[in-house]
Antibody, heavy 118, light 108 residues
Framework: EVQMVQSGVEVAKPGESLKISCKASGYDFSTYWIGWVRQMPGKGLEWMGVVYPGDSFTRYSPSFQGQVTISADKSHTTAYLQWRTLKASDSAIYYC???????????WGQGTLVTVSS | DIVLTQSPGTLSLSPGERATLSCRASQSVLSDYLAWYQQKPGQAPRLLIYGASSRATGIPNRFSGSGSGTDFTLTISRLEPEDFAVYYCQQYGRSPDTFGQGTKLEIK
C-alpha cells in the first residue's frame, strides 16, 4: 500500500530555518517524482516543485525558485522541503504527493501546517 | 506559465442533479495532461481524473472528464451528498505544472 506520511505541525519565527519531511512507503521510491504543493489559509493549491529521488533532479515553479529547497534521501525514502529564512507569508499547509508523469499526483500526504509568527 | 481558469467559482446544486465544471487553459495542454482533484475541508486533495478523461483507481463512474487542447470539463452525472467539495484542475504537461483556482460545489 502506497503511503506518504508527513511530519507534524510546525510553529516558527520569522527569520528562522525549517525543514519538513515526507516519508514514502509501499513503492519503489527512486522511480517516481515527489512534489510539494502549498495551500495558504482559505486559498487554492499552488504547485511548488518536484524532485526525482533516483538522481535528485529538481524542477521548481518560478514563484518558489530560490525561496525553498526540495530534496530527497533514497536511504530513508523521504523527501524534504526546507526554508533558510522563513517569512510570515510562508504560513500555510504544505502537501507532498507522489507524481506519475502521465497521471499527475496520485497519492498525497496528510499535509503539514506551518505557522510563522513572532 | 500556463494559466488555468476554472468556472464557475461556486456552483450551487442539489443531490441528484448533474454538475458541469469547466477548466480553460491559456495555451494548449501538452498530451492532454490535465487532472482533476477533489478536496474536502480538512483533507488532502484526491485524484479523480487524469489524462483529461481517465478515472483514477476507485473513483465512481458518475465522475467523468472530457476535453482537449485548451478546454476541459469535469462532469458529475448525479450528485451524491459526499460530492460537495472544492474541485481543482491541474495541467502537468508543461513545466511549471499549474493548478486552477478551484470551483466550490455547494449544496443548494
Amino acid at each position: 500500500e502506497v503511503q506518504m506520511v508527513q511530519s507534524g505541525v510546525e510553529v516558527a519565527k520569522p527569520g528562522e530555518s525549517l525543514k519538513i519531511s515526507c516519508k514514502a512507503s509501499g513503492y519503489d521510491f527512486s522511480t517516481y517524482w515527489i512534489g510539494w504543493v502549498r495551500q495558504m489559509p482559505g486559498k487554492g493549491l499552488e504547485w511548488m516543485g518536484v524532485v526525482y529521488p533516483g538522481d535528485s533532479f529538481t524542477r521548481y515553479s518560478p514563484s518558489f525558485q530560490g525561496q525553498v529547497t526540495i530534496s530527497a534521501d533514497k536511504s530513508h525514502t523521504t523527501a524534504y522541503l526546507q526554508w533558510r529564512t522563513l517569512k510570515a507569508s510562508d504560513s500555510a499547509i504544505y502537501y507532498c504527493a507522489r507524481m506519475q508523469t502521465y497521471m499527475g499526483f496520485d497519492f498525497w500526504g496528510q499535509g503539514t501546517l506551518v505557522t510563522v509568527s513572532s | 506559465d500556463i494559466v488555468l481558469t476554472q468556472s464557475p467559482g461556486t456552483l450551487s446544486l442539489s443531490p441528484g442533479e448533474r454538475a458541469t465544471l469547466s477548466c480553460r487553459a491559456s495555451q494548449s495542454v501538452l498530451s492532454d495532461y490535465l487532472a482533476w482533484y477533489q478536496q474536502k475541508p480538512g483533507q488532502a486533495p484526491r485524484l479523480l481524473i487524469y489524462g483529461a478523461s481517465s478515472r483514477a483507481t476507485g473513483i465512481p463512474n458518475r465522475f467523468s472528464g472530457s476535453g482537449s487542447g485548451t478546454d476541459f470539463t469535469l462532469t458529475i452525472s448525479r450528485l451524491e451528498p459526499e460530492d460537495f467539495a472544492v474541485y481543482y484542475c491541474q495541467q502537468y504537461g508543461r513545466s511549471p505544472d499549474t493548478f486552477g483556482q478551484g470551483t466550490k460545489l455547494e449544496i443548494k
